[in-house]
Each structure stands twice: as structure tokens, then as C-alpha cells.
Nanobody, 117 residues
């Protein structure tokens, strides 16, 4: 049974930091590209950051310099370190696993991040 379980969300003040973690199980984690997406009500889900199976990273322009994605293939986890958070970072954050060779993908259930004073 495939599972992606996000954790680490919560309420943080502007300028603060959060570290999101996604624990994967039920598939061969190391061969999947991983990504963090976010979504606010009425808007499309958007990519925040991604990391390939080989470790190459990509970031949305609005988070560059503030966010770092990393993965641990031994622990089957992918983390998102977010610093200097802004109110516009408020969203539900989702973890996604995708295999480039056949297009198969999985989503987590999401974790809420709220940036507010």
C-alpha cells in the first residue's frame, strides 16, 4: 500500500521557519522524483520545489533562497526547509512522488502551513 505522509505544518509568524517532512512507503522511493506542491482555496496546486531521483533540485522563483528540498533515500523521506516565511506562503502543502519512466505518481494528504502574526 502506497503512502505519503506529510508532517511539520503549523502556524508560524512572518519571518519564521518550518520544516516539512514527507515519509514514503509502499514503493521504491529511490527511483522516484519527489516534489512539494502547495494549494490555496480557489487556486491551482503549484510546484514549490522538486528533487529528482538523482538529487537535482528545482525551485519556484518565489521561494528561491528561502526554501531547501532534500531527500534521504535510506529513510524514504523528503523534507522541505522553509525560512523567512511570508503570509503568502500560507497554503496546504502536498508531497508528490512521480516516476519519470512511466508517469506513475502518488500524492500525500497535505499539511497546512499558516504564516500569520
Amino acid at each position: 500500500q502506497v503512502q505519503l505522509v506529510e508532517s511539520g505544518g503549523g502556524l508560524v509568524q512572518p519571518g519564521g521557519s518550518l520544516r516539512l517532512s514527507c515519509a514514503a512507503s509502499g514503493f521504491i522511493f529511490s527511483i522516484y522524483d519527489m516534489g512539494w506542491f502547495r494549494q490555496t482555496p480557489g487556486k491551482q496546486r503549484e510546484l514549490v520545489a522538486s528533487i529528482t531521483s538523482g538529487g537535482d533540485t528545482n525551485y519556484q522563483d518565489s521561494v528561491k533562497g528561502r526554501v531547501t528540498i532534500s531527500r534521504d533515500n535510506a529513510k524514504n523521506t523528503v523534507d522541505l526547509q522553509m525560512n523567512s516565511l511570508k503570509p503568502e506562503d500560507t497554503a496546504v502543502y502536498y508531497c508528490k512522488a512521480q516516476r519519470r519512466t512511466n508517469g506513475s505518481f502518488y500524492w500525500g494528504q497535505g499539511t497546512q502551513v499558516t504564516v500569520s502574526s
